[in-house]
Nanobody, 128 residues
Framework: VQLQASGGGMVQAGGSLRLSCAASGRTFSRSAMGWFRQAPGKEREFVAAVSRSGSSTSYEDSVKGRFTISRDTAKNTVVLQMNSLKPEDTAVYYC??????????????????????WGQGTLVTVSS
């Protein structure tokens, strides 16, 4: 699976951005998908994940109620809709794929080592 993230940019606090991750390859439909972010000087952290079917999602506590992850299997894309953005959301955002033969609860896919493939990242800057 090859992943291409896009949609980053600069926005004021309280604003919104929509990140997209385009996936190529035949295994997309059999992959759980996740978004991570990495702020300067910090480790990469989990943001959200969605199951292979799209029916289950998981979020990091600080983004619950503000971010929404979804997938379109027909288009091989995963979207992260980010609302009510805060300066602390500033980071490079990465999409990732976890190929699974069997269904895996997305609540267990919260570390970088859980994922097999990574995109190149897109920068989100939120100004106060």
């Amino acid at each position: 699976v090859q992943l291409q993230a896009s949609g980053g940019g600069m926005v004021q606090a309280g604003g919104s951005l929509r990140l997209s991750c385009a996936a190529s390859g035949r295994t997309f439909s059999r992959s759980a998908m996740g978004w991570f972010r990495q702020a300067p000087g910090k480790e990469r952290e989990f943001v959200a994940a969605v199951s292979r079917s799209g029916s289950s999602t998981s979020y990091e506590d600080s983004v619950k109620g503000r971010f929404t992850i979804s997938r379109d299997t027909a288009k091989n894309t995963v979207v992260l809709q980010m609302n009510s953005l805060k300066p602390e959301d500033t980071a490079v955002y990465y999409c990732a794929a976890k190929f699974t033969i069997l269904t895996v609860p997305v609540t267990t896919l919260t570390t970088t080592s859980d994922y097999d493939y990574w995109g190149q990242g897109t920068l989100v800057t939120v100004s106060s």
